[in-house]
């Protein structure tokens, strides 16, 4: 069974700085993997989905890469602002398009 | 305007009661999903379905059932049997068969016990 873990639980940083959100998958036999925000009390949004035959995506100031060997992706989002303030999600999809959730990181970023 | 509309964005359940949470699609995607969502803990998997009048159990289908007679439509039935259903719920749905197709989520269900 798929296991996704996503350290730290909770960030909190000075706006302009550089955000690093880190997230690990025990099943490397994944179809893709994917970024997803959430606003306190709604639902979720797309931010990048990455295949499994490739090592980044890039979204404006985000930026994830994977790697499928170590069972690691990295959600990069440069120069923050409070309005990235939010819980990110990553999510591990099999070959029958389940998605297999992290508990979340979620980031306050300071004005 | 395409999306997920999900309701009511709360409920009340008193104990014994079943109780009905809506979700609706106007994307023409094939396949829909229920998902649980706890404080500090991932999205769980309830039940999901990839066509009209066919769906599978996720992860924690005890105590839920669902439907799927129409395809913009998966209502999920949380049951007098779910003896902890506090929770936020979450409605999605994709394309399926299409490499680059993401899940698109609802506005969420937040379901309260009295």
């Known amino acids: 069974k798929q296991e996704v873990t996503q350290i730290p639980a909770a960030l909190s940083v000075p706006e302009g700085e550089n955000l690093v959100l880190n997230c690990s998958f025990t099943?490397?036999?994944?179809?893709?993997l994917q970024w997803f925000r959430q606003d306190p009390g709604k639902g979720l949004t797309s931010l990048l989905l990455?295949?499994?035959?490739?090592r980044e995506q890039t979204s404006g100031r985000l930026n994830a890469s994977l790697d499928k060997s170590s069972g690691r992706s990295t959600l990069y989002i440069a120069a923050s602002q409070p309005g990235d303030s939010a819980t990110y999600l990553c999510?591990?999809?099999?070959?029958?398009?389940?998605?297999?959730f992290g508990a979340g990181t979620t980031v306050t970023v300071r004005a | 305007d395409g999306g997920i509309t999900q309701s009511p964005k709360y409920l009340f359940r008193k104990e014994g009661q079943n109780v009905t949470l809506s979700c609706e699609q106007n994307l023409n995607h094939d396949a829909m999903y229920w998902y649980r969502q706890d404080p500090g803990q991932g999205l769980r998997l309830i039940y999901y379905?990839?066509?009209?009048?066919?769906?599978q159990k996720g992860d924690i289908a005890e105590g839920y059932s669902v439907s799927r007679e129409k395809k913009e439509s998966f209502p999920l039935t949380v049951t007098s049997a779910q003896k902890n259903p506090t929770a936020f719920y979450l409605c999605?749905?994709?394309?399926?068969?299409?490499?680059?197709?993401?899940?698109?989520f609802g506005p969420g269900t937040r379901l309260l016990v009295l």
């Open positions: 999605a749905s994709s394309a399926v068969g299409t490499v680059q197709e993401t899940q698109y």
């Open positions: 990455i295949q499994s035959s490739q």
């Open positions: 379905s990839q066509i009209v009048n066919d769906f």
């Open positions: 999510a591990a999809e099999s070959n029958d398009y389940k998605l297999s």
């Open positions: 099943d490397s036999a994944i179809y893709n």
